[in-house]
């Protein structure tokens, strides 16, 4: 009886996942602009008494003119503010128990808050101040600077934390998506407090920022408190175009990457890829969950589960707004790094050679649609999503027609994305791991490339 009971419970359960999924539409939030160009996205949810707020500036490494200037800048906002010094900004934040981050990514950078709405106004004022009025304290950007020199240094002993720099410095070349994004050992040596501050002065304007804020607040009142704090910041972005990313991928190449005391290959094999824009996004994530997108996915079946090459792998889009990447991902011991790679491959010639049948789809679709509401719970993931709408420029349309989208994918119609947009001929493919080893192996794949993990930045 208790397993029958809990059957049904877990049926219950299950149904009722799949009808929230299906009913899955993005709430209603409010967007203006104000009057210096500043966007403003607002969306109550009273649910707990919690706000979460992101601002975000189109400014990422993209527009970098020394590596990891975006995600150095970013952090650098942090570092003293207004009045306060570093010490007690963490201080105040500790205080009421608030969280502000910053960072900055490929096409923007952003500087995120999470509180309690009890200390709405505190939190925001320290936010505006953060924004507004760094104050690039020499000693503690020096500081900084070490600091992020030592994580740079130990994340060259990880293959898995830096191979996807060398993918996109074979993949995009010469353009901006091959910057490393946290910069390179000889680029932040040389980054000086007046780099960060020019970037700061070129970029961080309010017509190039939105402000998403989400949780439990009044509109109209905090719309007068935004106003209050950043009305009178003024000044206007200069143009930035940036080019499509083509990839020239006309014949398959292989980077190796030397790591000499590595006991393990780690790999990348892929090609070019979607913006994200590109109005196939969410069929082809149904596509790739099937291909390398969830644990029961093709490649982590036939690599980890069926012959133990690996303890995982998988496959994923990178979009961005000019372009993006296809990859597949994984690790293996160095003497089975042939036999990896070759399954890889066959495994990947699957989507061709094989077919996607529609029981397999349907079980993708599901899936896909299940964890789709689950990405959008929290105050702090919605506000995400908002800021994902200023940099990329979709709409909630994304969000609310999300399963029609899903459900519209038929077995003919994958077939036809996979021609399209899975990469087949003239694969990229970059290994990191014991050259020595590794150099008659994986030259059978492709023109072969070979640099070093320790250099000081990546140079093809």
């Known amino acids: 009886m208790h397993k029958i009971v809990n059957s049904l419970l877990a049926l219950l359960a299950l149904t009722t996942f799949s009808l929230s999924a299906a009913e899955f539409k993005l709430p209603a939030y409010e967007k203006l602009v104000l009057e210096n160009g500043l966007t403003l996205y607002l969306m109550e949810q009273k649910e707990v008494p919690l706000i979460d707020a992101i601002v975000t500036v189109k400014a990422g490494a993209v527009q970098d003119e020394k590596a990891g200037q975006a995600e150095m800048t970013a952090n650098a906002l942090l570092l003293g503010s207004g009045e306060l010094s570093r010490a007690e900004f963490e201080q105040h934040l500790d205080f009421v128990g608030a969280n502000i981050n910053a960072g900055g990514g490929m096409e923007a950078s952003q500087v995120a808050a999470s509180f309690a709405s009890k200390d709405e106004d505190k939190v925001l004022k320290m936010l505006a101040d953060a924004l507004l009025h760094p104050v690039f304290d020499e000693q503690e950007i020096r500081a900084y600077q070490q600091r992020h020199l ?64 989400v949780g439990d607040f009044d509109s109209d009142k905090m719309i007068s408190k935004i106003k209050a704090l950043f009305g009178q910041w ?42 994200r824009s590109n109005p196939d996004y969410v069929a082809l994530q149904v596509i790739n969950t099937i291909l390398g997108g969830r644990f029961t996915s093709w490649l982590n079946d036939e690599l980890r589960v069926n012959t133990g090459l690996t303890y995982g792998a998988r496959s994923s889009f990178q979009p961005y707004q000019k372009g993006g990447s296809f990859s597949i991902y994984t690790f293996t011991q160095t003497d089975k790094t042939k036999e990896a790679i070759d399954l890889t491959l066959k495994t990947y010639a699957r989507l061709w050679q094989q077919g996607i049948d529609k029981e397999t789809l349907d ?44 459900n519209a994918l038929d077995v003919d119609k994958a077939k036809s994305l996979v021609g399209q947009y899975f990469p087949q001929q003239h694969l990229q493919m970059v290994v990191v791991g014991n050259a020595e080893a590794l150099r008659p192996v994986v030259s059978e794949y492709g023109e072969l490339i070979e640099t070093k993990i320790d250099t000081q930045q990546i140079s093809l």
């Open 363 to 406: 079980s993708a679709k599901a899936y896909v649609k299940g964890q789709f509401p689950p990405k959008y719970e929290t105050s702090g993931e919605l506000a995400g999503l908002l800021s994902g709408m200023f940099i990329y420029g979709y709409d909630e349309a994304f969000i609310n027609d999300f399963s029609d989208n899903v």
């Open 234 to 275: 003024q000044g206007q972005t200069e143009d930035f175009v940036l080019p499509l990313a083509e990839v020239k991928a006309d014949k398959a190449r292989v980077l190796l990457v030397d790591k000499p005391d590595a006991r393990e290959s780690t790999y990348i094999i892929g090609g070019p890829g979607i913006a």
């Open 150 to 213: 030592a994580a740079l240094q130990q994340a060259q002993e990880s293959p898995k934390a830096v191979i996807g720099n060398y993918f996109n410095a074979l993949l995009f070349a010469e353009h901006p998506y091959a910057t490393e994004q946290s910069g390179n050992i000889a680029s932040v040596k040389t980054m000086q407090v007046t780099d960060l501050k020019g970037f700061y002065d070129k970029w961080y304007r309010p017509d190039n920022t939105a402000i998403s804020i």
